[in-house]
């Protein structure tokens, strides 16, 4: 994700509508690349993650997209609940030199009862 | 019960002086990190430790200093504190380095620092 601009970008979606949350990555040497949620007041948690060698991943309610030609992975979030607001952040494993996880800006998704 | 716990979850200090922020993890994990997040969310990786030794360190000033007693610990130690510090800091741990086949990272709390 690039951690471009000043403010944190946002999503608003209707509760049971399906959320989509996208990351633009840097390096094309990227990969292993890693969503994570972080609600208020805690530490980012752990959603799904995907490596290069695929282009789609699926999990419980929530499924990432891998685009390697653009550089562009995508969060899709099923039937959307109030417990999915929070900020997410998309990671990549640049490979350059030691492993190490690189965040991206992060997008604040509000879910409207 | 906590895998991943810091301490103190909030300081407030004055610029100038030496603060610790503690961590431990409980999930026997080799790798532990610590992260800056600021005022934008912006979370950015400082320190990662993998076995008791220091594997990177991303261009933090040399104030800040990691130190691993055991694998199982990853405190920070910060000298002269500066207001440009105030921000949230996580450490994280995980059984591989990223990329490696057990690199899920499992994140603290967070400890929010603010420098008067």
């Known amino acids: 994700g690039e951690s471009v601009g000043l403010h944190l970008p946002t999503l608003s979606v209707q509760e049971g509508d399906n959320s989509i949350i996208n990351c633009a990555y840097s390096?094309?040497?990227?990969?292993?690349f890693i969503w994570y949620k972080q609600e208020s007041g805690k530490g980012p948690q752990f959603i799904i993650d995907i490596r290069s060698n695929m282009d789609k991943r699926q999990g419980q309610r929530v499924t990432v997209l891998l685009n390697k030609t653009v550089k562009h992975l995508s969060l899709q979030i099923a039937a959307t609940q109030p417990g999915d607001s929070a900020v997410y952040f998309c990671?990549?494993?640049?490979?350059?030199?030691?492993?190490?996880?690189?965040f991206g800006t992060g997008t604040r998704l509000t879910v409207i009862p | 019960d906590t895998a991943v716990s810091q301490t103190p979850k909030y300081l407030v200090t004055q610029m100038g002086n030496d603060k610790s922020i503690k961590c431990e993890q409980n999930l026997g994990h080799d790798t532990m990190y610590w992260y800056k997040q600021d005022s934008k969310k912006f979370l950015k990786i400082m320190f990662s430790y993998n076995n008791k030794e220091l594997i990177i360190n991303e261009t933090v000033p040399n104030r800040f200093s990691p130190k691993s007693p055991d694998k199982a610990h990853l405190n920070l130690h910060i000298n002269s504190l500066e207001l440009g510090d105030s921000a949230v800091y996580f450490c994280?741990?995980?059984?591989?380095?990223?990329?490696?086949?057990?690199?899920?990272?499992?994140f603290g709390p967070g400890t929010r620092l603010t420098v008067l």
């Open positions: 994280a741990s995980s059984q591989d380095l990223a990329g490696g086949p057990r690199n899920e990272q499992f």
């Open positions: 990671a990549e494993n640049r490979r350059t030199g030691a492993n190490n996880l690189f």
């Open positions: 390096n094309s040497a990227s990969d292993y």
